[in-house]
């Protein structure tokens, strides 16, 4: 989700990234001349950018759209900057938890000046992403009263501590000490909170909820299954048979099953580990993903996060880990069937034929896009039946052909290359070495995928591609059709007569991302579009339940280029007005819009608000520099001097009451 430094505020994650580039990103479709876009965009003379740029902002259809059941009915939120956030008018946005805020019982008040590792246990961790809704009593559809399961992805420790400033621009920060990394890292990993919507509309935590819980980096036990569990390159000194990890890191996006447990994806797990890779026995394997890239100092203090010390460490990172949220006790679990790469996400769906589906993007430039299909089936009646079903099935990924055709690749040990000759060995080899596997078996690179959303109304699956500012004019392909690609698009993917484990898709661009107005940006979108409805870098997506695709975007320091900041859009997908955007909600300064999700009912909308105050904010206003603990550029939500800026999760109703983008 975030693409960037963890500690940045002076550039982007990927003026930073110095991972290798994906190997497999030189084989371009050089000699196929016409791209592949929407039927539909082309009939409707979308591409046509004089026609999009007649439109104005006012944005006259909405009456059609109501007509047609389309969501794109709520009064459009004005492009734009400042330091606090905006909802289309006739909507309320109630800040619900903030950053610090207390999950377990007795937790201490929030403190910024003195934080220990302690309290943050207890509290609310950092820049909230992912958030999934299980409404309680499991099974129900009940819309006022459920669980909230909630990522926390990363620290930005400039914002979250007094005392910390940046030297030379270096990525760790020489003021840190043993007792702060340990909150940083506390700070990170999920909540589970139980919330309640009242009489008068408005949600709230329930204090003292027998299900709180804080899995945090520091301290969490976590059991590992699958493939890899207990296989050599995963066994380390404190843990000789290779099953057991303490702690999870930078959770992105992730998903909830059909039986109720949240699944959370780790993405970025290489920027925490620091040493010499050259003449590692595992150089080859970590330098695919970037390891050590040396974005925090943890190992100063940590001898497992230091890959000279603890050399399989980084192996135990950059997988999917299962969490039940009804039980606070249980032992979450890393399922390594599921590969091992930067996930964004975990959607999953029951197909037809009652296997689960899983999909999930590696959000890296010239990375992939990958599905699991289980081998067991669904049982609704019996949930504990279904508890393992991620541990065996079949990891695809994705090859996008010219002609509309998307081709799942099985990675499966013994299959094409993934043999011995090539360093495999068996399927535990496979799913560590995700990445390399796919590269061998000549998968699609895209322009960063990250969040894929299947949409149960239509069985079409969404992936958002956020942006790829590497990408050559030669290396454009079909599905990755500009160079550079520096706005984003989205995908649409369709399983032939709704089957999900299908091997052959086919596929669609439905908007080429950025301002319509400026050539320069090459965006395709439907021309019913407004100058308030398009955005750039789609990030997380959300489908209500009446299948409307909402997206959110992740610019980056880069929302310069687009001259407005992240925020939810919602993005339509049928009939005449497929291709049409229109913005619903405003992060403030320096934030990114992360987790949406929706109520049974449609009638909230949760948003986690990540990171206000850091990215591309020193150029806002001349301040010249990156916002600091003392002076942040915002100090949303709070707006009290002596308070940092707090990452906090938004619950969006309706005024008056009824579903968010019905008439």
């Known amino acids: 989700m975030t693409k960037r430094s963890p500690r940045t505020v002076f550039v982007s994650y990927e003026e930073l990234d110095d991972v290798p580039s994906n190997p497999s990103s030189t084989a371009t479709f050089g000699d196929i001349v016409e791209r592949r876009f929407s039927r539909r965009r082309v009939l409707q003379g979308a591409l046509a950018t004089t026609a999009i740029s007649a439109v104005v902002a006012s944005f006259p259809f909405a009456e059609s759209r109501a007509a047609m059941g389309s969501g794109l009915t709520f009064p459009e939120v004005e492009h734009g900057v400042d330091e606090t956030h905006h909802v289309a008018s006739g909507y309320e946005a109630d800040v619900l938890i903030r950053w610090g805020d207390p999950v377990l019982p007795n937790a201490p008040a929030f403190d910024p000046n003195n934080q220990t590792a302690a309290a943050q246990e207890m509290q609310f961790g950092y820049n909230n992403d992912y958030v999934g809704y299980l409404p309680l009593p499991l099974g129900s559809d009940n819309p006022s009263r459920g669980l909230l399961c909630i990522n926390h992805e990363y620290t930005n420790e400039e914002v979250m501590f007094p005392g910390i400033e940046r030297q030379d621009k270096d990525l760790q920060f020489a003021d840190m000490t043993r007792a702060l990394t340990d909150v940083e890292m506390a700070a990170h990993g999920g909540s589970v909170i139980e919330v309640e919507r009242g009489g008068n509309g408005k949600w709230s935590v329930i204090a003292d909820s027998p299900y709180a819980r804080r899995i945090s980096g520091l301290s969490t036990p976590i059991r590992i299954s699958g493939p890899a569990a207990g296989h050599p390159r995963l066994r380390t000194s404190s843990d000789p048979g290779g099953t057991k990890v303490i702690g999870t890191l930078n959770n992105c996006a992730g998903g909830m099953t059909p039986w109720g447990t949240y699944l959370m994806a780790e993405e970025n797990f290489h920027g925490y580990f620091t040493g010499d890779i050259a003449g590692h026995p595992e150089e080859r394997n970590y330098a695919r993903y970037g390891v050590p890239a ?12 230091d890959i000279t010390k603890e050399p399989n460490e980084a192996n135990r990172f950059g997988w999917i880990v299962e969490v039940d949220p009804l039980d606070p006790t249980s032992t979450p679990i890393k399922r390594t069937a599921l590969g091992r790469f930067k996930h964004e996400g975990a959607e999953t769906i029951v197909n037809g034929d009652g296997r689960v589906v899983l999909y999930s993007g590696d959000d890296q430039r010239f990375d992939y896009l990958y599905k699991f299909v289980s081998e067991g089936r669904f049982d609704p009646s019996n949930p504990v039946a279904n508890r393992d079903l991620l541990d065996r099935g079949t990891l695809y990924v994705a090859r996008f052909d010219a002609d509309g055709s998307l081709a799942w690749l099985p990675l499966v040990f013994g299959t094409g290359p993934l043999t011995p000759t090539n360093g495999f060995s068996s399927q535990a080899d496979v799913v560590i070495e995700t990445r390399r596997a796919a590269d061998l078996l000549g998968a699609t690179p895209m322009d960063r995928p990250e969040d894929v959303q299947p949409n149960p109304k239509t069985n079409k699956v ?33 399983p032939p007569g709704g089957d999900h484990a299908a091997t052959s898709f086919g596929w669609e661009i439905i908007v080429q991302c950025g301002n319509p107005n400026d050539p320069a940006h090459a965006a395709v979108w439907n021309s019913a579009t407004s100058a308030n409805g398009w955005f750039a870098a789609p990030d997380n997506a959300a489908v209500d339940h009446r299948g409307n695709l909402w997206i959110t975007t992740d610019q980056g320091t880069n929302w310069s280029r687009s001259g407005t900041a992240d925020g939810v859009w919602l993005l339509e997908t049928e009939g005449e007005l497929r291709g049409t955007g229109r913005m619903f909600f405003r992060v403030p300064l320096g934030a990114e819009m992360c987790g949406p999700v929706f109520t049974p009912d449609d009638e909230t909308l949760f ?11 020193a150029d806002y206003q001349g301040r010249g520099r990156g916002s600091t603990f003392a002076d942040p550029a915002t100090r949303w939500p709070d707006f009290n001097d002596g308070m940092p800026p707090r990452p906090s999760v938004v619950a969006i109703t309706k005024s008056g009451g009824g579903a968010l983008g019905a008439g």
């Open 462 to 494: 969404y992936m958002a591609l956020t942006n790829n500012s590497k990408r050559k004019v030669e290396q454009v392909d079909p599905a990755n059709p500009r160079g550079p690609n520096l706005f984003g698009h989205v995908v649409e993917m369709s």
């Open 294 to 305: 040396n974005w925090y100092g943890w190992g100063k203090f940590h001898d497992r996060f």
């Open 607 to 617: 948003v986690a608000v990540q990171h206000p105050a850091t990215d591309g904010v």
